[in-house]
């Protein structure tokens, strides 16, 4: 079984930063990507950011420039440093990882049980 534990999220004012955290634990082969994702009871579950092991990373447009995603495979960790935090970005953010079980020896997608950011204007 494979554990993301999250931590970070908060209150913040707007214009704000924080920075999400997010640990794998458990019996597993390898990790591929890992990733971020929002969702409010208003909106359908968002991509925010995603980082392949070697580093490649990409962005929903409506985050770029203010957000930044990065890992630390050794951790087996990945990171969402928030920046210039809106009102908009208000939501309940999801680790997302793939990895390989070593019970299951297939490649699964593993979740976080999601923290809560709320930015206040």
């Known amino acids: 079984q494979v554990q993301l534990v999250e931590s970070g999220g908060g209150l913040v004012q707007a214009g704000g930063s924080l920075r999400l955290s997010c640990a794998a634990s458990?019996?597993?082969?390898?990790?591929?990507?890992m990733n971020w994702y929002r969702q409010t009871p208003a909106k359908q579950r968002e991509l925010v950011a995603t980082?392949?092991?070697?580093?490649?990373?990409n962005y929903a447009d409506s985050v770029k420039g203010r957000f930044t995603i990065s890992r630390d495979n050794a951790k087996n960790t990945v990171y969402l440093q928030m920046n210039s935090l809106e009102p908009e970005d208000t939501a309940v953010y999801y680790c997302n990882a793939r990895a390989k079980s070593t019970w299951t020896s297939v490649w699964s997608d593993y979740w976080g049980q999601g923290t809560q950011v709320t930015v206040s204007s």
């Open positions: 458990g019996s597993f082969f390898s990790i591929g990507a």
């Open positions: 980082a392949q092991r070697a580093g490649t990373t």
